[in-house]
């Protein structure tokens, strides 16, 4: 099992920032691909960014070039860096770790709010 706890949303003006933070724990041993998604009210969950354990990063077209994601494998963690954010940005952000096609892991969300 993987546990896995976010943190730094929050209440946020347009144009403002935020970073998140995920830490993993637990049997983490071959967590190869570590990722952030969302869900907004009444939306489906979608993936926002993506990492591997080599480093490679995907990212959606709607937050290329504002937000960044990065890993730091000595500490288990993945950040989520957003800057530039737009009220079209809210919504659960939620990470999740996976070890292969059939077993990945998520956490319980954190909020993020971006007001106009």
């Known amino acids: 099992q993987v546990q896995l706890v976010e943190s730094g949303g929050g209440l946020v003006q347009a144009g403002g920032s935020l970073r998140l933070s995920c830490v993993a724990s637990?049997?983490?041993?071959?967590?190869?691909?570590m990722g952030w998604y969302r869900q907004a009210p009444g939306k489906q969950r979608e993936l926002v960014a993506v990492?591997?354990?080599?480093?490679?990063?995907n990212y959606a077209d709607s937050v290329k070039g504002r937000f960044t994601i990065a890993r730091d494998n000595a500490k288990n963690t993945v950040y989520l860096q957003m800057n530039s954010l737009k009220p079209d940005d809210t919504a659960v952000y939620y990470c999740?770790?996976?070890?292969?096609?059939?077993?990945?892991?998520w956490g319980q969300g954190t909020q993020v709010t971006v007001s106009s």
């Open positions: 990492i591997t354990g080599g480093g490679s990063t």
């Open positions: 637990g049997s983490i041993i071959s967590i190869n691909v």
């Open positions: 999740k770790a996976t070890r292969s096609i059939f077993e990945s892991y």
